[in-house]
């Protein structure tokens, strides 16, 4: 009887770790429904109990001891009622048919299936499953009692085989349960472990097609300068034409090796190899390629425990944007200039000539030269525009701005339009008497141009009227002041007659030059 009892263990315990490594492991990672769950398990016990028969003890009166009830009693664990029905169903009709239309195969048939009915009840309820599993095998041992009170009448074997039953009821159950946690956790846990694995997986693919897809070249090399990842934006940037993954484990410096005839400085490939010697981060490092592209590199030291663990390069081909800003510095440079020209005679305007003389004034204070300043006035200008039309006076002013800037002479002599009609000239290093002759030929020089103006007070042709400022600047004065005298000078020379130039010296005296 024992060795038989010891078979049916052992069966039961091959079955479980057969449909644990089949059944369970094999259904984790797919969708069931938990009723057609419930259905599988119980023809899966089903199968297990009616197995279980074939290895029986006879003890008379027809009967047969095993332990089919236990596999009904795994099957309501893990199936549920609906598992436990099914499989008490499976067994029940599996002793009649195998071992005939007996009155004991019907008595244990229906024992059966009262035994499967009592566990579906208890699968019902929610217990730890500890306490759920003992009682349902406690409850199947119970009507396998009955059954053998039914039908051994010796009382002495009887109790002989109620004693096996319980015993191997009880440690077959435990060891069962035991057995069934163990295996359920380790398969769980391998479908977890399965499963983040899938996940890490997915995410490393998807990490990488990001990283391809990132519009910079990306490398990243390990502490010994061996390449662990390089994406292809990187290799299309350099014309490499073997796979990613057939770098990993080169070196970087074999790599851009094979392409050092792409940089325009060779020094810029040995400049760049020079960054992850000093383990420090670097940005902005630009690279002048053979074919006109420009590359900025940046580098980022990996840190892990204090050391560096891996270093990470980013390549990112910056042509248009160098050249965007290129175009945008010359069309600052040209939108200056014509910030500082006047749109009518196309010398410089009024902002320019503040700009430069507040330069002119700063370099003189340093040098100790004197800054002379000429401020111009086109006589009876307005009775000009009103006869002859402001097309004519325009054309003019335009006539009169090209001969002053004629007169200048000095590299570092400046025309602007001061304003309406009037003119203004700069002459650092330069004293008054300097400038009165600067100013005599500039006058001299309009009134060579003849342009009629039968409607001045003062002439039949255009004439222009001057005044003349000059000052050694000091710390205590400001570039105003020279200008205040020219302006003071011209309005002199404009009550005086016009037509003429007037000079205010240091002192304020009033020098007239006809």
Same mark, same amino acid.
């Given at each position: 009887m024992i060795q038989n009892i010891v078979m049916n263990v052992s069966i039961v315990v091959s079955y479980l770790f057969v449909l644990h490594f089949f059944f369970f492991r094999g259904t984790a990672d797919r969708e069931m429904t938990p009723v057609r769950r419930s259905l599988w398990i119980g023809a899966m016990y089903g199968i297990l109990g009616s197995s279980l028969m074939f290895f029986s003890i006879p003890i008379g009166n027809g009967l047969l001891l095993d332990l089919r009830h236990v596999a009904i009693v795994l099957s309501a664990f893990y199936g549920g009622w609906i598992g436990s029905l099914v499989s008490a169903s499976a067994v029940s009709a599996s002793r009649v048919l195998f071992f005939g239309w007996t009155e004991a195969s019907v008595y244990a048939a229906a024992a059966m299936f009262v035994i499967g009915l009592g566990c579906a009840a208890i699968a019902r309820f929610k217990l730890s499953p500890g306490i759920k599993f003992q009682l349902l095998n406690g409850t199947a041992t119970f /009507?396998?009692?009955l059954l053998l009170l039914w039908g051994v009448p010796d009382k002495r074997m009887f109790a002989t085989a109620a004693a096996y039953v319980w015993l191997t009821s009880i440690v077959a159950g435990i060891a069962m349960y035991l057995l069934s946690s163990f295996l359920e956790r380790a398969y769980e846990n391998e479908r977890r472990l399965r499963k983040s694995e899938s996940e890490l997986r997915s995410a490393a693919n998807l990490q990488r097609?990001?990283?391809? #897809?990132?519009?910079?070249?990306?490398?990243? +090399?390990?502490e010994e300068e061996r390449i662990i990842y390089v994406n292809r934006e990187l290799l299309?940037? /350099?014309?490499?034409?073997?796979?990613p993954d057939a770098l990993t484990g080169e070196s970087k410096r074999k790599l851009f090796e094979r392409h050092r005839g792409a940089f325009l400085e060779p020094e810029a490939r040995l400049r760049m190899f020079e960054l992850s010697e000093g383990g420090a981060p670097a940005k902005g490092m630009y690279i002048d390629m053979v074919d006109g592209r420009i590359f900025q590199l940046d580098y980022a030291?990996? /840190?892990?425990?204090?050391?560096? *663990?891996? #270093?990470?390069?980013?390549y990112q081909d910056v042509t248009e944007i160098k050249n965007n800003e290129k175009k945008l510095q010359e069309a600052? @440079?040209?939108?200056k200039r014509l910030s500082g020209i006047d749109g009518l005679t196309g010398i410089a305007n009024r902002?320019?000539?503040?700009? #430069?003389?507040?330069f002119e004034w700063d370099a003189c204070a340093r040098s100790g030269k004197p800054l002379t300043v000429l401020l111009l006035d086109v006589d009876d200008f307005k009775r000009y525009n009103d006869n002859y039309g402001h097309l004519n006076g325009d054309a003019c002013l335009r006539r009169i701005a090209e001969t002053l800037e004629a007169c200048v002479q000095k590299p570092d002599d400046f025309i602007a339009r001061y304003g309406g009609e009037e003119f203004a000239a700069l002459?650092?290093?330069? @004293?008054i008497e300097g400038g009165a002759k600067?100013? +005599?030929?500039?006058?001299?020089?309009?009134? *060579?141009?003849?342009? *009629?103006?039968?409607?001045?007070?003062?002439?039949s042709r255009v004439s222009i009227s001057i005044g003349i400022g000059s000052l050694v600047p000091s710390g205590g004065g400001m570039e105003t002041d020279v200008l205040e005298r020219a302006d003071r000078a011209l309005y002199t020379a404009k009550s005086r007659g016009r037509n003429r130039v007037v000079a205010y010296d240091a002192a304020g005296e009033a020098y007239v030059w006809e």
């Open positions: /009507f396998v009692t097609a990001l990283l391809d #897809h990132i519009p910079s070249g990306l490398l990243v +090399e390990d299309a940037m /350099f014309g490499e034409e073997a796979p030291p990996v /840190f892990e425990e204090g050391r560096v *663990a891996a #270093h990470l390069w980013k600052n @440079t040209v939108l902002r320019s000539l503040d700009e #430069h003389l507040k002459l650092p290093d330069t @004293t600067v100013a +005599e030929r500039m006058r001299m020089a309009v009134d *060579a141009l003849c342009i *009629a103006h039968e409607h001045s007070t003062y002439g």
